[in-house]
């Protein structure tokens, strides 16, 4: 069974500053993908970033970008330029698209607060 | 282009009553999953269906939760004779083709 781990509760960067979130997973696959979903305090869910395990290259959306590690089986995201509306619970999933049902495998979160 | 749509919001009932909470996907998406969020945890898969078709409910507890997305309208999560367990945030997503789920606003369940 796969799974996801987010090291850490919560965190807390400068504004402007660069921030790094961990995420780590577990499979034996080799064809998947990895997202993360940002949760700020209205609840909405909403996509930051999506890797193809398939993929060497890093994902990149403007201030944010992944560091994929696919044989260490680590995830990272980094928020450069932070700003004060990124503050918000950040979610890694694990999507297995070959096992015939799509559902995302969550971590527990890490709670970001960027500080002005 | 709207995205994906849940009502009601928020959701009030004593325990015993029936919830039933709505959920329309984006225009094009017939794939239709359902996620619980409890307070201070991550989302938690209940179950995933396409039109008139229930794929994998494997994460839907097996007494009084049931899911239906039937040809025409809205996917429906109901939960009967709720307990004060059941209050959390329920999230539904659709996906485009490339997989990538999109979510609804959620609605606040809470059962008093």
């Known amino acids: 069974a796969q799974t996801v781990t987010q090291s850490q509760p919560e965190m807390s960067v400068q504004e402007a500053e660069t921030v790094t979130l961990s995420c780590t997973y577990d499979t034996s696959e080799s064809n998947y993908y990895l997202f993360w979903y940002k949760q700020p305090p209205s609840r909405q869910m909403i996509l930051v970033i999506r890797q193809e395990a398939y993929k060497q290259q890093n994902a990149t959306e403007n201030r944010f970008s992944v560091n994929f590690q696919k044989a260490a089986k680590s995830f990272s995201l980094k928020i450069s330029d932070s700003q004060l509306g990124d503050t918000a619970m950040y979610f890694c999933a694990f999507l297995l698209p070959t096992s015939g049902t799509y559902k995302y495998i969550f971590g527990t979160g890490t709670r970001l607060k960027v500080l002005a | 282009n709207a995205g994906v749509m849940q009502n009601p919001r928020h959701l009030v009932r004593r325990r015993g009553q029936e919830a039933r909470l709505r959920c329309s996907p984006m225009?094009?998406?017939?794939?239709v999953y359902w996620y619980r969020q409890l307070p201070e945890e991550g989302l938690k898969f209940m179950v995933y269906l396409q039109k008139e078709n229930i794929i994998d409910e494997s994460g839907m507890p097996k007494e009084r939760f049931s899911a239906e997305f039937p040809k025409e309208g809205p996917s429906i999560l109901r939960i009967q004779q709720v307990v004060r367990g059941d209050s959390a945030a329920y999230f539904c997503?659709?996906?485009?083709?490339?997989?990538?789920?999109?979510f609804g606003p959620g609605t606040r369940l809470t059962v008093t």
């Open positions: 225009k094009g998406h017939s794939h």
């Open positions: 997503a659709s996906s485009n083709p490339r997989g990538e789920q999109y």
